[in-house]
């Protein structure tokens, strides 16, 4: 069997693109494939359980003082900016991240940053947005850069039928979808769910104006979420907001478990973990009719999907009130299985065969 080098962002926990390459990884090991993994950065205690899992770790030694969101984009923006990186250390390379602009036997397009900042910037405080339309030359640069690492890989696999748009209105062909794994042991329902919160999750892509209005209109909701850097003082805060930050896998599961359904209200997703990870525990989803969410729920059978900021709150505020067809649930599981981990590895050693003997 080759070796696979799986590329990926600064590693400080197994979550979003990092979730991807770990269950990759995992499972081309079981199959007899060599792995490694290449990042500019990696959690001392993240190496060591990555390579006692059998993923060999690369680490480029990239050490910045910023922390958080402000780290991972700062690295995408120096690397854009510096240009193209060429990394050949005889293996098939998949590229699965923002902030390694490498060439790849297989590059897995997961929407442009710049995309998201220009969304995000809707919603930015006034200094963020500023410094953001300053910065917007060097943005350009750099997501230029990402593109053409993209338009120069051989095959190119997108994580939603959103993402591939994006890459293919920019003129590059697009292998097929992957939509990211989701572990459906780990998320599933419970047998009789307490239905007595609103689940949301809180980062930089979250409307808060959404969730100040359900929670101004007696919702109760826990959050969770800890990667924004300006979470508004009035959320911590609220009467009606339950905020846990950061939890484990473990509490989380039992969170989407037990909620009476799940809210995603946001700005920019291209494939979104919270509304899969949710309908694999049994809870719909209430989010937008738009990017990724808009793919992976089917309205009125394993969540709603809406068109506006006063639609959802207008629905959450109903199904709170009145309920829903507890039908849903078992539907929600169905759908979420979709993306279990057994299909979507298979899909993946579909695309890697193809991709080492050319097909």
Not at 41 to 53: A, C
Not at 135 to 142: C, D, F, H, M, V
């Amino acid at each position: 069997m080759p070796c696979i080098s799986l590329v990926t962002d600064g590693i400080d926990g197994i979550t979003g693109p990092i979730r991807v390459a770990y269950l990759l990884g995992k499972s081309l090991i079981s199959t007899g494939f060599t792995v490694n993994v290449i990042a500019p950065y990696v959690n001392e205690e993240l190496s060591r359980y990555l390579e006692y899992v059998g993923i060999k770790v690369r680490d480029l030694g990239v050490r910045l003082v910023f922390s958080g969101q402000s780290r991972y984009l700062l690295i995408w923006l120096v690397n854009g900016i510096r240009g193209l990186i060429n990394y050949d250390n005889g293996c098939a390379l998949i590229n699965l991240s923002f902030e390694l602009p490498i060439p790849s036997t297989i590059f897995y397009a997961q929407g442009y940053v710049s995309d998201l900042l220009r969304d995000l910037s809707k919603g930015f405080p006034t200094h963020y947005k500023l410094g953001y339309y300053l910065a917007l030359p060097l943005i350009r640069i750099a997501d230029s850069t990402y593109h053409k690492a993209l338009s120069l890989s051989k095959y190119v696999i997108a994580n939603s039928k959103y993402s591939m748009d994006s890459v293919v209105s920019r003129g590059v062909r697009v292998w097929g979808v992957i939509h990211p794994p989701v572990d459906t042991d780990l998320f599933k329902p419970v047998s009789s769910p307490t239905q007595d919160y609103v689940l949301t999750y809180v980062g930089k892509e979250t409307q808060f104006d959404v969730l100040r209005a359900m929670a101004n209109a007696g919702i109760k909701m826990v959050a969770f979420g800890s990667k924004i850097p300006w979470l508004p003082r009035w959320f911590v805060k609220h009467r009606n907001i339950d905020y846990r930050g950061r939890v484990s896998d473990e509490e989380l599961a039992k969170l989407y478990a037990n909620a009476k359904f799940t809210v995603f209200p946001f700005m920019h997703e291209p494939f979104g973990y919270v509304p899969i990870e949710s309908m694999a525990c049994g809870t719909p989803v209430l989010t937008y009719n738009r990017q990724g969410p808009g793919e992976t729920v089917i309205n009125n059978e394993t969540g709603w999907l809406v068109s506006n900021p006063s639609d959802f709150v207008n629905m959450a505020v109903r199904l709170w009130m009145h309920g829903y067809n507890n039908h849903m649930r078992i539907r929600a599981r169905e759908r979420a299985m979709v993306f279990s981990m057994p299909r979507i590895i298979n899909k993946w050693l579909n695309a890697i065969d193809a991709s080492i003997h050319g097909d």
